[in-house]
């Protein structure tokens, strides 16, 4: 029997991928190529659905991209010019392949497809609403709130029925849509979530979340999709409207330090060498006497090095990751259990033993990985193990778009930092600062009044109202299969 990871748990979960490509014969191809770059987005399911002129073609499946659109079979019945795909990663709700994306509706108007990227605050809401009216929902996802919308509106076109749609929603989202005459990229009006443009040699366009899926198909980057912006793409070229009002963005600050890829640009920075800069500002902030820096693999590379550079200290690969071990193992019985981060991890004892160690991650969620990695670096001989933390710390949930768990059980939401280190078993601990953290991606230090990302995860400040939450009880929302689904 196969079940997920438990030292899973311990990480905020990735969010979703979206891809999208107009005028491309074979954009099939290219979408599972973009999906491929995209995988550490969502790893649960995965689908893609194309339109050649005269009518849509889709494949969902759940696991990998590689497991769904590896074969030669299922890409050529995937025939068009233009597609839009997803992976996914669900926040809540069951798993099964009624979620998953892209969603498809036949309309009066004809076909529609559509991916997302976020979630809605206000979708049960909304639900209820539609359902009283009679809508019949197919899915379990918020994304379809959107889809019903749609449907019930009275404006006459495609784009206006989805801008109404889109007005009456609230929370993030980034969307690829496909119609018979368009493929259709929008982000909301606080740009939560990231959305970028790019070009092939071909003249082909391509939505994605991340500039790592334009360059693994050879395309340009040409700009980020604005919050607010709708951009449509189709045989008449591209037009770009921003029908919801100018109002002061709020990206999400967890695509620096954690989700996004490394090779990516988010927001016209590299996302590497803002995690480098976290690591200085984190020496500078709260460096100890030690002899060597590890990273905790992979998410704490780049900030490790950054901080071994600017502290004049060895940085070393003193824990090594097992890259083939996946999110799921066989027959969890409490003995592996125990023994679960040794599936993914092992102690490189050569540059530890002996040595005062300062470990380096991205964040601590419940700390339960935390506590086996400081275990198995004192097991491997380590003198001192300090741990510092390229974020600060986790005190409330993300209502956005990104799976914590719920605020009891964030170990830094319960805790001070001294006693979150005592439960770890380090000698010391340290988080970056807030303003460390705007100085690092080059916004200085944080204006409460007008932060220029969205760091509720961090502070609790919550930039759109939490509809839902405030609403409904728990167990209604946990019949949605939130956001990014």
């Known amino acids: 029997m196969l079940t997920t990871n438990p030292f899973d748990d311990d990480k905020l979960k990735e969010e979703c991928g979206v891809f999208g490509i107009f005028g ?21 399911a995965t689908g893609i659905v194309t339109f050649d002129g005269e009518h849509f073609y889709q494949h969902r499946g759940q696991g990998h991209v590689a497991d ?4 030669e079979t ?67 996802t918020d994304t379809e709130v959107i889809i019903h919308l749609i449907a019930i509106s009275l404006y006459s076109t495609v784009e206006e029925r989805l801008i109404d749609a889109l007005r009456q929603v609230e929370g993030a989202y980034s969307l690829c849509v496909l119609t018979q005459d368009s493929v259709i990229g929008v982000r909301d009006p606080l740009g939560f979530r990231p959305l970028v443009l790019g070009k092939l040699p ?16 050879g395309a340009e980057f040409v700009r980020d999709v604005e919050p607010g912006e709708i951009i449509i793409l189709s045989e008449s070229g591209m037009r770009s409207i921003k029908p919801f009002g100018k109002k002061e963005r709020r990206f999400c600050i967890f695509e620096h330090i954690y989700f996004a890829r490394p090779d990516s640009v988010m ?26 820096v590890i990273p905790v693999p992979d998410s704490g590379v780049p900030a490790a090095l950054g901080y071994a550079s600017q502290a004049k ?15 799921t193992f066989i027959e969890p019985t409490d003995q592996i259990r125990h023994l679960g981060v040794k599936l993914k991890h092992n102690a490189n004892k050569a540059h530890i033993k002996g040595k005062r160690v300062i470990l380096v991650d991205d964040s601590i969620v419940r700390g339960t990985t935390s506590t086996k990695i400081v275990e198995m670096v004192r097991n491997a001989g380590a003198t001192e ?23 009891s059980k964030l170990l830094a939401a ?29 916004e200085g230090s944080r204006d409460p009044k007008s932060p220029k990302f969205c760091d509720a995860c961090f502070t609790g400040d919550y930039p759109l109202a939490l509809t839902d939450m405030e609403g409904a009880n728990q167990k209604e929302l946990a019949t949605m299969a939130h956001g990014d689904d």
């Open 202 to 217: 071909t003249g082909a366009h391509i939505f994605a979340s991340e500039t790592c899926a334009l360059d693994i198909v």
């Open 267 to 292: 927001e016209g920075t590299s996302v590497y060498e803002v995690r480098k800069q976290i690591g200085r500002e984190l020496a500078l902030e709260s460096h100890v006497d030690a002899d060597v």
């Open 313 to 327: 200290i060895p940085f070393e690969l003193g824990i090594i990751r097992n890259h083939y071990v996946g999110r």
């Open 385 to 407: 193990v300090h741990m510092r933390i390229s974020s600060p710390p986790t005190t409330h949930s993300c209502f956005y778009g990104i799976d914590t768990p719920e605020r």
């Open 74 to 140: 299922v890409m050529k019945k995937l025939p068009g010019h233009m597609a839009i795909g997803h992976n996914r990663y669900s926040t809540t709700g069951e798993t099964a392949l009624r979620n998953v994306q892209p969603l498809f509706a036949d309309f009066e108007f004809g076909g529609f497809a559509v991916a997302h990227n976020g979630n809605l605050t206000n979708a049960l809401t909304i639900k209820k609403q539609l359902v009283r009216r009679g809508c019949l929902f197919q899915s379990t």
């Open 24 to 44: 491309a014969p074979g954009a099939a191809s290219h979408a599972a190529l973009g999906l491929h770059a995209l995988q550490h987005r969502g790893q649960e």
């Open 68 to 71: 769904n659109f590896g074969s």
């Open 414 to 442: 319960n805790h001070d930092v001294a006693s979150m280190a005592k439960l770890i078993g380090v000698d010391s601990l340290a988080f970056i600062s807030l303003d460390g953290l705007y100085r690092a991606v080059g």
